[in-house]
């Protein structure tokens, strides 16, 4: 609900302060008042398009303030919590420069024209010539027809359904991409894998060879240089051994007691020199020239090499190469099992949206012609027995958030007439009664919660369809919140609150305010608007007796079966 509305320089507004109340509030005034300079304002707070023109020519910038009341749980409160703001209320700042730049603020927080709009069009409905006009919107017609049928329930089933099922389809669409790449990427892994497994190598196998090869190649000199060594070490002449145990022999003589402890050094050196005899005969025994073996071990070593350079790894890593390659293959394989897992749930998800999603459009049908005949009553009220609305609605082979339904609200205002859209076939008045008509039926079953703004609402109409009409749009006031911009005395008279637009003099210029008004003050404007400004007794009375009639009638669709 609108609670609030503060304007400074803004066209003819100096400064502006107004308060509103739930229920039907009328704006009446001389024409040139300035009545479209409220809804400008009010437009302007909802986002429209920031227009310097509009800023009072004594000043730099024009600044709006409205404040609306929010209800717990509606898609206003949704969209205030979903961005960390205070969701009991919404207070839209619009600051407009001479420059062209403009500032805009919700609750106190830096936002754009576009959030201000996407916000405004869930708290406030202006229906005129004019954007915000959510009938407008082709978008908006479902909506409107699962409210009136009270489908909100399984409109959400479908929608959760699809949010379900296009998660799932975006992760398998993911999968299948990354397998589609993963399938050149196995057949490498493959390739490699078998040539590893092919060439059968294993740990610590390059260390091995290469000794091998170093041996095999230097087998000669290798050979050669033991016969020597075994010749310094164990001639029976000249060798070391000879001359150590000749030694021992000597420090066997009891004169030479005290050199025991060199004596059994040497008896130490002896046995060792035994052992490394020992070993190097067995060594001199396994070298061996095979010219055969050697070739043999340089082409697996120049293999091992060859692995190795190709994955840029060393010989050595080449088994660890062998087990990730055959780890990596095992988990592409398992990504096959998983898209193969999440297409089944992928279809099984589709077939539960696609049947919720049918059976919600099957519903719809049945409402479409109850919404048809229930505007046809209220069109008829208001002396437009000729329009009809038509809702055409067609079923798409692809289903969406929304269901499988496309959908529009479609009018004639004649006979014969073909029914055509709603912005290009019905006239500014014409288009206000329509909504009208449409938001009260839709009211009546669903008692959604909306600020209303009708101008234009009483075009064409007079007599006993005004009175009506304002019936009908009082009817609607207890229901919603309801500003209607009227020229009519017989719907200024069905207000729960009256609002006036006027014109005065100032210092800087005429001013346009705007002044909640006292019971006899609407006495004097209701008589202005039906005798002009001459006052009468006569006019006086007539409005004294049309407040009394509203007041001591009950709201004109009371006994309605619909209300």
């Not at 099922?165 to 050149?184: F, I, M, Q």
């Not at 067995?282 to 994955?311: F, G, I, N």
């Not at 589709?350 to 719809?364: Q, V």
């Amino acid at each position: 609900m609108l609670s609030h509305l503060s304007v400074r320089h803004f066209a003819l507004v100096d400064e502006l302060e107004i308060d509103f109340s739930d229920g039907m509030s009328v704006v009446t005034g001389e024409t040139g008042a300035g009545k479209s300079i409220i809804l400008n304002a009010l437009s302007m707070a909802l986002g429209d398009r920031a227009d310097q023109s509009l800023i009072a020519s004594d000043s730099d910038r024009a600044e709006i303030h409205a404040v609306f009341d929010i209800k717990a749980g509606s898609a206003a409160a949704l969209w205030l919590s979903e961005r960390d703001l205070d969701a009991a209320e919404a207070i839209l700042r619009r600051i407009i420069n001479r420059d062209g730049r403009s500032r805009a603020f919700i609750n106190g927080s830096p936002s754009t024209a576009s959030d201000l709009k996407q916000l405004g069009q869930l708290v406030m409905d202006i229906h005129s010539q004019h954007e915000h006009q959510s009938l407008l919107r082709k978008a908006s017609h479902l909506p409107l027809l699962d409210a009136f049928s009270g489908l909100q329930q399984e409109a959400r089933a479908v929608r959760e359904a699809f949010e379900t099922w296009s998660a799932t389809a975006s992760r398998l669409k993911a999968l299948v991409e990354d397998s589609s790449e993963a399938n050149a990427h196995r057949q490498l892994l493959n390739y490699q894998l078998a040539e590893l497994q092919e060439a059968d190598v294993t740990e610590g196998e390059q260390a091995s060879l290469e000794a091998d090869q170093r041996r095999l190649a230097n087998a000669q000199n290798i050979t050669q240089h033991l016969v020597t060594i075994d010749t310094l070490l164990d001639d029976t002449d000249h060798g070391a051994a000879h001359h150590i145990h000749a030694a021992l022999r000597h420090l066997s003589d009891p004169v030479l007691i005290e050199t025991k402890e060199a004596q059994e050094l040497l008896d130490n050196a002896a046995i060792q020199l035994s052992e490394a005899l020992s070993q190097l005969n067995q060594y001199r025994e396994s070298v061996a020239d095979d010219p055969r073996r050697l070739a043999d071990v340089e082409a697996r070593l120049s293999r091992l090499y060859e692995l190795s350079r190709k994955h840029r790894i060393e010989p050595n890593d080449l088994p660890t190469l062998m087990t990730r390659i055959a780890s990596e293959l095992e988990a592409l394989d398992s990504d096959d099992e998983a898209v193969a897992e999440l297409a089944a749930l992928s279809a099984k998800q589709e077939e539960t949206l696609m049947g919720l999603a049918r059976d919600l459009s099957d519903h719809r049908a049945t409402a479409a012609t109850a919404l048809m005949n229930r505007v046809h009553e209220i069109l008829v009220q208001l002396n437009m027995n000729n329009a009809r609305l038509t809702i055409e609605q067609h079923q798409s082979h692809t289903v969406r958030d929304s269901g499988i339904d496309d959908l529009e609200f479609l009018i004639a205002t004649s006979l014969n007439q073909t029914p055509g859209s709603l912005r290009r076939t019905a006239s500014g008045g014409e288009l206000s009664r329509i909504s009208l008509a449409i938001q009260l039926a839709i009211t009546e079953t669903s008692g959604q919660h909306q600020t209303l703004v009708f101008d234009e609402v009483d075009v064409g109409v007079g007599g006993a369809t005004a009175d009506i009409l304002g019936g009908l749009l009082r009817t609607l006031g207890q229901y919603q919140q309801i500003l209607c911009v009227t020229h009519l005395p017989q719907v200024a008279a069905q207000g729960h609150h009256h609002l006036v637009v006027e014109k005065t003099n100032h210092k800087k210029g005429q001013l346009t305010s705007i002044t909640s008004i006292s019971e006899t003050a609407r006495v004097d404007e209701l008589a202005r608007m039906l005798a002009g400004q001459d006052l009468t007794h006569e006019s006086r009375a007539h409005a004294e007796a049309m407040i009394s009639a509203v007041a001591g009638k009950s709201d004109a669709l009371a006994k309605s079966p619909h209300i």
